[in-house]
């Protein structure tokens, strides 16, 4: 029997993960039974391409569009009136049809943030070369509060979140599988950024993984300076990596454009009249007409984004918060909750944004040692111990700095869950660092080492389960929800 389990470890892992991660992330992921965040405006606007309206949306459609295939494909609906969304950007429960199921349009962003944790473990095991450490961090993935509840929702993040660990995991593969880098490499990427740029346009940061890829293509001719030979490259594998991108991107748009055939109760949102007239023509999937529409669907998401007002913390009920705040999970966010008093008893099922904080702090402690290492090997000349890992460690830093610097100038107000992307690169870093600190225990499977590991990793699911009422909607009493408000600045507002 061990002769077998060693034979197929390198399945057996992953597949227990998996079957753990669909558990977690799906198990009655169509409760509640209620709109809640943005629900409110991703279900109208999937519904939308479904029977083929126009509309227009802040973001890219492709989250949408995958909700509206998961929910024609599906059909838990199928019967029911639900035109009264066609006819409005933002809908209530009472626009929903008697009997609604949300399992269709909730269904993308759950299974594919389930799935994700195939990328992630596939991630730490390239680059580590150790099955038990990429096994016990993809836990973080698993078993984090924040991520599980924001996903089992017909929202964008969970979406976005696997296209981003497929780029990632794409790229590590090709710079681990100790062949050439050949241009597909570049074109593939290019695909996955631009999945991920379609869903939200924040994932314009996997535009670095381009970055990464041709300097682990051309680092000897980088250093070497030979330029000519650098500029070469630059010629081919630019066009190479940005052309697909760009039809990605364009491509999602354009079957957007060419699905809205009508428009539902005179909404415009400020369409141009030509624009119009290439709808009431039926001229929405020639190229002119798509032209004419992505100019304006550009133009509405700029308007958009200049009129999101700015953060006001002394606003009552704001939600939004600074992200300098958010590693340490300011500001958590209630999305819903749901009051019943029995003999003078309340219990309240919440669902609430809040993080796992053992996740959440050890990321921060992860990146303050990657950072502290990063700084003593450029600025100290200290030696380093294992030269591809502390690479992979740079990246890994960078990308989350580089994330959060960008966030930190915009201007609008933005929400705890925006930091989830940055999340998932210090997850990943966390995972790299022990490695690096312990990678001579590691190698010699040190019983005390793995014993810790495994003590970490039992710390994360014990703490996960103790704040899964909030995540899962489990009726608490508010004496039970002040058991749970363990730091002010996550402002937990308690039900009573």
């Not at 304006?296 to 700015?310: C, I, L, N, T």
């Not at 312990?438 to 039992?458: E, S």
């Amino acid at each position: 029997m061990l002769g077998t389990i060693k034979k197929y470890a390198p399945w057996l892992i992953p597949a227990l993960l998996l079957i753990i991660s669909l558990l977690v992330y799906m198990t009655n992921y169509n409760s509640p039974r209620a709109l809640f965040w943005d629900e409110n405006y991703h279900i109208a606007a999937a519904q939308k391409h479904i029977d083929g309206v126009m509309y227009m949306e802040p973001h890219p459609p492709l989250g949408k569009m995958l909700m509206a295939a998961s929910e024609a494909l599906l059909g838990v609906n199928s019967g029911k009136d639900k035109s009264a969304l066609n006819g409005k950007t933002y809908i209530t429960h009472d626009d929903l049809p008697s009997g609604f199921s949300y399992a269709g349009m909730r269904l993308p962003s759950t299974l594919m943030m389930a799935l994700s944790v195939l990328f992630f473990y596939g991630i730490v095991r390239r680059i580590t070369g150790h099955r038990l450490v990429a096994a016990a961090f993809s836990c973080l993935l698993i078993f984090d509060n924040a991520l599980v509840v924001h996903s089992r929702a017909a929202m964008l993040e969970g979406i976005q979140l696997f296209f981003i660990l497929a780029a990632l995991y794409y790229l590590v593969r090709s710079a681990t599988q100790n062949q050439p880098i050949r241009l597909h490499h570049y074109a593939i990427l290019g695909i996955l950024v631009g999945l991920g740029v379609a869903v939200k346009v924040n994932g314009a940061v996997l535009l670095l993984l381009m970055v990464v890829l041709f300097f682990i293509d051309q680092w000897d001719n980088v250093k070497h300076w030979r330029l000519l030979a650098v500029f070469k490259r630059l010629c081919t594998s630019v066009p190479s990596a940005v052309l697909p991108l760009l039809a990605v991107f364009f491509g999602v748009f354009y079957l957007h454009i060419a699905m809205g055939t009508s428009i539902a109760n005179n909404m415009h949102y400020k369409a141009s009249p030509e624009y119009l007239s290439v709808i009431r023509e039926g001229r929405t999937h020639t190229p002119s007409g798509f032209i004419t529409g992505m100019k304006d669907h550009w133009r509405f998401m700029a308007e958009y984004a200049d009129g999101v007002p700015r953060l006001d913390v002394c606003k009552p009920g704001e939600n939004g918060s600074a992200a300098v705040g958010w590693p340490l999970g300011t500001k958590s966010i209630s999305y819903r909750w749901d009051k019943n008093v029995i003999q003078g008893q309340s219990w309240v099922r919440h669902i609430y944004l809040v993080a796992n904080p053992v996740v959440w702090f050890s990321v921060v402690f992860g990146l303050v040692l990657s950072i502290s290492l990063i700084v003593s090997r450029f600025v100290y000349r200290q030696p380093v111990k294992d030269k591809p890992l502390f690479g992979w460690i740079c990246v890994f830093t960078g990308l989350y700095l580089s994330y959060m610097i960008a966030v930190m100038q915009i201007e609008r107000v933005m929400y705890l869950y925006h930091y989830l992307v940055a999340l998932i690169f210090g997850m990943i870093n966390l995972a790299l660092m022990f490695q690096y600190l312990f990678r001579d225990d590691l190698l010699a499977n040190n019983r005390h080492t793995l014993i810790n590991l495994g003590l970490f990793v039992a710390l994360v699911i014990a703490v996960f389960a103790f704040f899964a009422p909030l995540t899962y909607g489990i009726a608490i009493t508010p004496e039970q929800f002040e058991l749970r408000e363990w730091f002010n600045f996550w402002q937990l507002n308690n039900v009573r």
